[in-house]
């Protein structure tokens, strides 16, 4: 990639990596190829800069020498056409997960998604070919639309009544002072379920078979890598599902 990335992506070098991930997930979506305007030679030109400043290693290598580099083991973007959920055959070849099925954190309403990591492994005899691969992921409840409660019902939070926080004593050999802490019978929403979702017992998630299909170029070296943004684990009380990165490699 000729272009400087912190200019394909319109931030600075100061740029947090949370600003870096959201200016990547704003142009990505533009410049989609299979959006109606989209721009599949710009799409490409947004992941290439992204699969650089996102990774911190390759950011600092950058910032420091003003180049990236194309060794072997390095992130690339390809042509890969791609869509959900569709087709059969599909082989169960996914052999990492990062991310997890844990907890996001307090106030849970404000954290996007985890976003999972996946590695694929592409044998010569795909190259050119078009594959479909199944994976688990967690989506939104549809039984409770997500909030973990019976039906959608909610109600206030007897202990921060509402507030999502609770102020602390805390005896220190200096005094006795006060905190502000995240309530911990709501996680911060203010909210708690009249009566838990059966389905997904109130957390509001549940796992789920996915299917992802790859059109493989027919050229291909090792430890390609490719993000798909907002397709990892749907976010709690309706926040944005994380992003899905897979990483192609060759054999």
Not at 66 to 90: E, L, S
Not at 166 to 192: S, Y
Not at 203 to 229: C, N, Q
Request: contains cysteine; glycine residues 14%.
């Amino acid at each position: 990639m000729a272009s400087d990335p912190y200019s394909v992506l319109g931030v600075s070098k100061g740029a947090s990596t949370d600003d870096i991930k959201k200016a990547y997930r704003k142009l990505a979506h533009q410049y989609h190829p299979d959006k109606k305007g989209g721009n599949e030679a710009k799409f490409k030109e947004v992941n290439e800069a992204y699969q650089v400043l996102g990774d911190p290693e390759k950011k600092a290598r950058y910032d420091q020498f003003g180049q990236y580099g194309q060794t072997n083991g390095g992130a690339h973007y390809q042509d890969f056409n791609f869509n959900f959920g569709g087709g059969g055959g599909f082989e169960n070849i996914f052999d990492m997960f990062t991310g997890g099925f844990g907890s996001t954190g307090s106030p849970r309403a404000a954290e996007k998604g985890e976003d999972l990591h996946l590695s694929v492994n592409v044998a010569a005899r795909d190259l050119g070919r078009k594959k479909v691969y199944e994976f688990e992921a967690l989506d939104a409840c549809t039984s409770c639309k997500g909030t973990g409660a019976e039906a959608g019902r909610m109600k206030e939070c007897g202990t921060c009544h509402g507030a999502g926080r609770v102020r602390q004593a805390v005896r220190t050999p200096f005094g006795t002072f006060a905190q502000v802490a995240v309530c911990a019978t709501c996680g911060g929403d203010g909210q708690i379920a009249e009566k838990k979702c059966r389905v997904c017992n109130g957390g509001g998630r549940i796992k789920a078979k996915r299917k992802l299909e790859l059109h493989i170029p027919s050229e291909l070296t090792d430890r390609y890598l490719v993000a798909f943004p907002r397709e990892g684990n749907a976010g709690l009380q309706g926040s944005p599902a994380g992003d899905l990165l897979v990483t192609l490699r060759f054999q």
